[in-house]
Every structure is written in structure tokens, then in C-alpha cells.
């Protein structure tokens, strides 16, 4: 029987999310927190006149050596982490203890550390998507000009440029950016208010406290709340990266579908020595992209969950609790992986642009039916539906009989209704590019100046 020491059951342990992530959510790293708040807490208590001034003589001494074995072994008598916690620091401060956690509640601390570690990890999110946005970028001009055939229904569309596919993604991971930083205002704020919110407990002084804890800790209040902080808080940033996890999603998918030995407009290298299946040597299978998309499923899933948090009893209950010790945790870490991969895919992509003049070729002209379509309504005065019609037969006829379309168009009418120059263009793909280049441009001046302000 295989054995380990290490007991890991969940693969968010040994397999997904940075170190630095883990890092953000371990559980030592929470418990730092709340240590932390509790401490800035008895600071303000002390400024504010509700404890001594002798109390900061030696307030770093209590919150040293704050054991989490201390706090669990207490909490299996009181049945309460944050409680728990409480007391050990208390019975650490002397006559300073009787003061530590006074006129707060559980969520004071709790919801307060959880906004603390929420900053920290967003940043480490909105890094690696700036780096992911940045990339794209540096792509979409490299290919702003290689055309590409655009697919719609997964069928041959309309040319387009690789540069305009990848300035679309720009643009999008870009909103989800956006997103992040316009909510973190919102999401991201402390809470000090006591048993139901009132602040009843500091006689008054409770907007003082408020005032002075949160300027020392750096972080702005809710404005009002129950014993809680409102969890649309919560569902907000795990409904945004949700559409962030989805968008990865689509990129991924993108990349699979694009790497098909059918298709073959895209190459993700490998390492030497890795192996794409088990049992056949040739296969090459893009599996970081499929994971991608597999664990953008998870997040999703993560959704509703967050959504029914929203919905506690009069001024709280307790069936948000254990939903975020799981959801909270694993959307960041799952995301954090997301965008490592995404990140590894285009360190080490490569385009086939020989494949894509290829590809655009294999439906033998046929794509430039919009444009003679679009010419005879413009240039001979014949109605859209009737120009339709009839580039659909020549379409048919020449799919039916697998003939060249061009072939086709110059045996038809359509040169006594338009110039031979007007049928030329029609073939000549970069002319029918629309305005490609400037929405290009647009897209990535917006991204530019998103990140650039946030």
C-alpha cells in the first residue's frame, strides 16, 4: 500500500495555485489577520480612552507567539474559533487582557482579516492578468496584418486578421480587469460595529473607534451592516472571477480547437520529455488548456453557492461561514492556476500563419459571396434579398459540383451587373478587411489605459 506523510486529500494542496497564493490563504496567514485586527483593535480601544495607556507598553509582547494549536485545543471546550482566539490573547496581555476583543464581535475580526487577505490576492491576480493582457498585446500588433479565416458556427465566415482574433480577447480579459479594480472599492472594506451593527457596545464612540481602527488598519468601512458584512461583497468578486474563469475558458478552448491537426493554425511547445498519452508516442495533446477549461467549471460551480450567502436571517446566521472557508479559498487558488497556465500557454505558443493562408483557401472562395453580395445591392440596385439568393446558388453550385467559386462567379451574370474590377476586389482578402486595423487600435488603447490607472 502506497503511504505518505503528508495526508493531502484536496489537490488544491499538491497540485493547483502558486505558492504565493497558498501562501495568502494558509491557514497561518489567516490567523495572522485576525491577530492583527484584534491587536489594532486594543490600539484604538487605547487612543480612544476605553483602555489604559499603559496597555501599549507592552501590547506587542501579548500578540507574540500566538499558537494556532492554542486556539484549536481551546476551541474543542468553547465550540468558538474567534472566542478562542480571543481568550489566548487575553490570558497573554495580564491586566491589559480584560480589554482585548471588548464591544467587538466574531465578524468584526473575521470579516475585517478576510478583506485584508481578499487584497492581497487580487493583487496577485491582477498581476498575472496584466502579464496575460500585455502578452496578448504584444501579439495582436505582431499579427495585426496575417490573415486568418474567421469562423462562425465553427464554418468558414469572413477573412479576418490573427492580430483582430487576439485584440478581441485583449479586450475582454481587459473588461474583467476593469471589473476587479472598479469593485475592490466596494468589496474590500473593513467592518467594526459590533454585536448587531449598532456599535452599542463603545457607548457612543463607536464612529470614533470606527474612525481610528480602520485609518490604522487600511482599509475603508462598510458604511452600515448587521453582525455581518453584507455578502454581496463576497458574491461580487466570486461572480466577476467566474466571468474572468470564463473567459480564460473561451481563450483555452480556442487554443484546442485552433491546435487540431485539422485545423493547425497553433502550436503550444512542450518540454522535451514530455508525454502527451500514455500508450500512443505521437499524440500531443494541449492539456493545459483543457485543464483550463475543466477547472473554469469548478468556478462556476462556485457561483450559486456564493449567491445563496446573500441570504442570511434578520441580522445574521451562520450558514455563510463554512460556504466561504471552502468557496473563498478555492475559486482564488483554482483562478490563480488558471492564469498560470493561460501564461504558459502563450510563453510558449506558436502560430502557424502558412496553415492559416492554407485554411482560408480550403472553401475555394466561397467566403467572398458577402462582398458581391453587398456590391450588387450597393453598385446595381438590386435588392439585399434578391443578391442573396442569388450568390447562394452560385454558392451551391459550386459545392455541388466542387468547383472553384471564382470559376463559378465569372461564368455567371454577375459581370454584366459589376465591374470586372468590383469582382477582383471581392477576391483580394485584405480589401475586405472592413476597419480592422483601427478597432485593433481601439481595443488595445482602452486596455493600455485601463491598466495603466489601475
Known amino acids: 500500500m502506497l503511504r505518505s506523510d503528508r495526508g493531502w486529500i484536496c489537490p488544491l494542496e499538491y497540485r493547483y495555485g502558486s505558492l504565493e497564493m497558498k501562501k495568502i490563504f494558509s ?11 484584534e491587536k489594532t483593535l486594543l ?11 499603559k496597555c501599549l507598553d507592552y501590547i506587542d509582547k501579548c500578540f507574540e507567539n500566538i499558537k494556532i494549536d492554542e486556539i484549536d485545543d481551546l476551541e474543542k471546550k468553547t465550540g468558538h474559533d474567534t472566542a478562542s482566539l480571543a481568550i489566548v490573547i487575553a490570558e497573554k496581555c495580564g491586566d491589559c487582557g480584560k480589554y482585548v476583543h ?55 465566415a469572413l477573412p479576418i486578421t490573427l492580430g483582430f482574433k487576439l485584440a478581441n480577447y485583449v479586450y475582454e480579459f481587459t473588461r474583467s480587469y476593469d471589473r476587479i479594480c472598479s469593485m475592490e472599492s466596494r468589496v474590500i472594506r473593513g467592518k467594526m460595529s459590533g454585536g448587531v451593527g449598532s456599535m452599542a457596545g463603545w457607548m457612543g464612540r463607536g464612529l470614533d473607534i470606527e474612525r481610528v481602527f480602520m485609518n490604522e488598519i487600511g482599509l475603508k468601512p462598510h458604511l452600515i451592516t448587521t453582525q455581518v458584512s453584507p455578502r454581496d ?22 487554443i484546442r480547437e485552433l491546435s487540431r491537426p485539422e485545423i493547425g493554425e497553433v502550436v503550444v511547445k512542450t518540454s522535451a520529455g514530455s508525454i502527451g498519452s500514455s500508450t500512443m ?45 471552502v468557496m473563498i479559498p478555492h475559486v482564488f487558488l483554482i483562478l490563480d492556476q488558471m492564469l498560470e497556465d493561460t501564461l504558459m500557454i502563450l510563453r510558449n505558443i506558436e502560430f502557424n500563419t502558412e496553415r492559416m493562408r492554407e485554411n482560408i483557401s480550403l472553401t475555394r472562395n466561397i467566403i467572398a459571396s458577402e462582398c458581391i453580395m453587398i456590391k450588387l445591392v450597393v453598385k446595381s ?74
Open 27 to 37: 491557514r497561518e496567514n489567516l490567523i495572522e489577520k485576525e491577530v492583527f485586527v
Open 102 to 156: 471588548l464591544g467587538a464581535t466574531s465578524n468584526d475580526i473575521i470579516d475585517t482579516a478576510w478583506a485584508l487577505v481578499l487584497r492581497d490576492a487580487l493583487i496577485v491576480l491582477k498581476n498575472k492578468l496584466k502579464k496575460v493582457i500585455e502578452l496578448l498585446i504584444d501579439y495582436s500588433m505582431k499579427y495585426r496584418d496575417v490573415l486568418m479565416i474567421g469562423r462562425t458556427h465553427g464554418q468558414h
Open 233 to 254: 461583497s463576497f458574491a461580487e468578486i466570486i461572480v466577476n472571477l467566474a466571468i474572468l474563469a470564463s473567459q480564460l475558458d473561451r481563450f483555452a478552448l480556442e
Open 281 to 325: 508516442p505521437h499524440k500531443r495533446n494541449p492539456v493545459l488548456a483543457e485543464r483550463i477549461c475543466g477547472l473554469a467549471r469548478l468556478i462556476r460551480g462556485f457561483t450559486v453557492p456564493a449567491l445563496e450567502n446573500i441570504v442570511l436571517m434578520h441580522e445574521r446566521d451562520l450558514c455563510n461561514s463554512s460556504v466561504e472557508r
Open 43 to 53: 490600539k484604538t480601544l487605547v487612543e480612544i480612552g476605553f483602555a489604559p495607556r
Open 381 to 454: 440596385n438590386i435588392a439585399r434579398h434578391v443578391a442573396h439568393r442569388l450568390l447562394s446558388e452560385l454558392v451551391d453550385k459550386a459545392l455541388s459540383e466542387n468547383r472553384d467559386f471564382r470559376e463559378v462567379v465569372s461564368e455567371s451574370n454577375i459581370s454584366e451587373l459589376l465591374s470586372q474590377s468590383d469582382i477582383n476586389d471581392c477576391f483580394d482578402y485584405n480589401k475586405y478587411l472592413g476597419n480592422i486595423n483601427e478597432l485593433i487600435e481601439r481595443a488595445i488603447e482602452y486596455s493600455r489605459e485601463i491598466l495603466k490607472v489601475c
